[in-house]
């Protein structure tokens, strides 16, 4: 079953501004990922942030994590056409497996 | 760069036949995942192994759907017979341990005419 879930479901932004995805889930976890993927394409992993984690940044990429909450956010700063796809949050949680939401579908155009 | 390796990518068929797609993981990863993504939604889980143990198939349709990891390496998933519904993406991946980041194949797209 899936647990997290991603808001907006689709988002469009024009190159150069930021872009921001939520993520709200149900249980405890270990840890929270998020991947990217492009349209029929595999998934790409992008950050993986710990429960006793708030925030953790790579390159343009910046997340956060409320466990008080239950949710997290990818900011992702001067977006670019590339960045055009489909983004996930997963969880983990003892021991098992990625738990995926449905996911933002993010599009920038120039 | 070390990848996960799956075949085919496409895969057309007619219900009621058999279809087995292949997953070959990065080397030294233990844990490895079969997914099935349906188009517009995340991935989800149909089988976990750790080595060529499974560690969760609660989700995988036993009556038609099967998967082995013989010797702890490559795996294999299979579907007889298959459904129209089983019309999907099915993603290969591996990992270190269920807690690390995963690195999924290209997918294998099946259709079922």
């Known amino acids: 079953s899936q647990q997290g879930e991603e808001d907006p479901q689709a988002l469009s932004i024009q190159e150069g501004e930021n872009a921001t995805m939520n993520c709200s889930y149900k249980?405890?976890?270990?840890?929270l990922q998020w991947y990217r993927q492009n349209s029929g394409r595999g998934l790409v992993h992008l950050i993986l942030?710990?429960?006793?984690?708030r925030e953790k940044h790579s390159g343009r990429l910046r997340v956060t994590l409320d466990t008080s909450k239950k949710s997290s956010s990818l900011l992702i700063t001067a977006s670019r056409a590339a960045d055009t796809a489909s983004y996930f949050c997963?969880?983990?949680?003892?021991?098992?497996?990625?738990?995926f939401g449905k996911g933002t579908s993010l599009l920038v155009t120039p | 760069e070390a990848e996960v390796a799956q075949s085919p990518r496409y895969k057309i068929t007619e219900k009621s036949q058999a279809v087995a797609f292949w997953c070959d993981p990065i080397s030294g990863h233990a844990t490895l995942y079969w997914y099935r993504q349906i188009l517009g939604q995340g991935p989800e889980l149909l089988v976990q192994f750790q080595d060529e143990s499974v560690v969760d198939d609660s989700q995988l349709p036993k009556d038609r759907f099967s998967a082995e990891r013989l010797k702890g390496v490559d795996s294999t998933l299979k579907i007889q017979p298959a459904e129209l519904g089983d019309s999907a993406m099915y993603l290969c991946?591996?990992?270190?341990?269920?807690?690390?980041?995963?690195?999924f194949g290209p997918g294998t797209r099946l259709t079922v005419l």
């Open positions: 249980t405890s976890i270990n840890n």
């Open positions: 997963a969880t983990v949680h003892s021991g098992y497996a990625l738990n």
């Open positions: 991946a591996s990992s270190f341990g269920t807690y690390n980041e995963q690195f």
């Open positions: 942030i710990r429960s006793n984690e």
